[in-house]
């Protein structure tokens, strides 16, 4: 039989305690781990929308990090009260962000960001037959810039904002790969 870490491991069945909860963040202790996740099983959505070859990403300015960041635009599923779907946040999110809108949502997959500290997790999406319909540059206070830029662009665009302080999400990095 193959073991099941998950399983196997004398915490797995160990009580789960939350040691502290915020409105949108608890740390969780579960035997010897301790880990971080959303409160009220909120999800995000990270869209990759593309237009005529360029792709369009998002700088805005992140608390936890303490700078601006290049990003994909995205978004939590079901946060300030929104009941909404995967697909449906992924518009308003692509919208509000952008000032884009897509004819079709795909789902790619769910993925895990940092998963030995996290346990949030993302669903990745595509969006298909972008069209402009706003300005984008986000809501209540965001200050979102909103970039196009090819594939093969797309390396110098990070190191330029490298340079300039920007912080670069790692999810760019599958970008350079697809």
């Excluded at 740390?27 to 781990?33: F, P, S, V």
């Excluded at 079901?78 to 992924?90: S, Y």
């Excluded at 993302?122 to 809501?139: P, Q």
Aim: glycine content about 12%.
């Amino acid at each position: 039989m193959t073991p099941d870490p998950a399983r196997d491991d004398p915490d797995a069945n160990a009580p789960r305690e939350t040691m502290w909860q915020g409105k949108y963040v608890r740390a969780i202790k579960q035997g010897r781990w301790e880990y971080v996740s959303r409160t009220n099983e909120v999800r995000a959505v990270v869209i990759l929308a593309e237009l005529e070859g360029n792709l369009v990403l998002v700088e805005q300015f992140r608390f936890p990090i303490g700078t601006r960041c290049l990003e994909l635009p995205a978004g939590l599923v079901g946060d300030e009260g929104h009941i909404a779907d995967v697909e449906e946040t992924a518009l308003r999110e692509l919208e509000e962000e952008t000032g884009f809108t897509a004819e079709r949502i795909e789902r790619v997959g769910d993925y895990y960001s940092s998963p030995g500290m996290l346990a949030e997790g993302f669903t990745l999406v595509r969006a298909h037959g972008l069209r402009k319909v706003g300005e984008g540059g986000g809501t209540g206070g965001e200050d979102i810039t909103v970039h196009l830029v090819t594939r093969d662009g797309l390396p110098a665009l990070i190191e330029r904002k490298r340079q300039e302080g920007v912080g670069i999400d790692a999810k760019l990095l599958m970008l350079m790969h697809l």
